[in-house]
């Protein structure tokens, strides 16, 4: 770490320290002016040995126990990359190199939720007309990450990142969607085609994990970040095919489909942006020539015709039409062949009856 990244982040951890309670709001609001700030954090999160990570990480949490939301969305754009440090450092079976990010990341697990204050809450639906309300949890209180509840924790903490999804930065959705690739293919054959030289181990995940990692992604897509993105959902996709996930599936299948039909107006990560979605028409699409019995019994009669078993100057089938194909001859046709036999056989015995009167 350099020396300069270093006293940026000294300078920021001594400054909250000596804010008095009532210049929290306006320090809040100053954090964005600070542009070294953001990349010096990522790399003391990224460096698990550095002497600053425990400190860094304790003040992260006074941020987001402070109340203030910039403060909170300040802590929550650093998410991503903390869960990846402690799914590695989990999977090489270090503890003591993640021990404050699990302290980080229980304690903010373990805070009343404030997802209601992100998006719309009680009274803004009362507003509108509306009761039901949408909570999650209550969650039960966890002192500690074990093999049981770790995807529990991690997937309410992407619910809370995800509930601020319009407050996060270009860096931190980047960070949201190498996580999301790590985390699929460590330990399978794809990692060798994203030649990431990471951990090899496998990492256990739940279907639940993955559709909070596709709602992220899905926003990275549709605000400039394409071509991390489209590799993030294509490996959530693979690890979801091979867990069998349907959950994940179905969410991803469906913003990959409507991903190939929209067109972004603007790559450009600054300003306003849409995605263009195909709706299905309502207009019906059944053939006005739709095949059915009477057009096939229809059909029939005319190939007959042609081959002179039915009359010419007819416009009405024959009835009753015999169901073999090679054999398909009409009941007059047969009536008129019997009479002419009949007649025939009458026309013979008369002549012969005459021919005897005449020897006679």
Not at 182 to 201: A, H, M
Not at 303 to 320: E, L, Q, Y
Request: hydrophobic letters at 35%.
């Amino acid at each position: 770490m350099l020396a300069m990244d270093q006293g940026v982040v000294e300078e920021w951890l001594s400054e909250y320290k000596t804010l008095p309670d009532n210049a929290v709001s306006n320090y809040a609001a100053s954090l964005k002016d600070k542009g070294a700030l953001v990349p010096a954090l990522y790399k003391v999160i990224r460096e698990n040995y550095s002497d600053l990570l425990e400190p860094v990480c304790h003040q992260l949490f006074e941020f987001y126990r402070s109340g203030e939301p910039r403060l909170q969305r300040f802590t929550l754009q650093f998410l991503p990359e903390l869960l990846w440090s402690l799914l590695s450092a989990s999977s090489a079976r270090d503890p003591h190199t993640s021990g404050c990010i699990e302290a980080l990341l229980l304690g903010i697990y373990n805070l009343p939720s404030t997802i209601g204050s992100m998006a719309l809450t009680e009274g803004a639906l009362a507003n509108h007309g509306l009761s039901r309300v949408a909570y999650s949890g209550p969650h039960i209180q966890r002192e500690t990450f074990t093999a049981q509840n770790r995807f529990e924790v991690l997937t309410f903490l992407l619910l809370c990142y995800n509930a601020a999804l319009s407050y996060m930065t270009p860096s931190s959705l980047q960070a949201l969607c190498q996580l999301s690739s790590r985390v699929c293919i460590c330990g399978y054959p794809r990692q060798q085609l994203r030649r990431y030289k990471g951990i090899s181990s496998r990492l256990t995940v739940t279907s639940e994990f993955l559709v909070q990692l596709i709602t992220g992604i899905h926003y990275a897509l549709c605000n400039g970040d394409v071509e991390v993105g489209s590799k993030a959902l294509d490996d959530v996709l693979y690890r979801a095919q091979l867990e069998l996930f349907p959950e994940a599936l179905l969410v991803g299948n469906a913003i990959k489909s409507s991903m190939h039909c929209a067109a972004l107006k603007s790559n450009n990560k600054e300003g306003p942006r849409s995605i263009q979605v195909e709706i299905t028409p309502t207009a019906s699409r059944i053939s006005r020539n739709a095949v059915t019995s009477l057009s096939i019994r229809g059909h029939r009669w005319k190939r007959h015709g042609k081959d002179g078993h039915t009359n010419r100057h007819s416009t009405t089938p024959p009835p009753f039409p015999l169901c073999n194909d090679h054999c398909c001859t009409p009941i007059s046709a047969v009536l008129n062949k019997w009479s002419a036999a009949r007649a025939f056989v009458v026309k013979a015995s008369g002549e012969k009856n005459r021919s005897l009167n005449y020897n006679h």
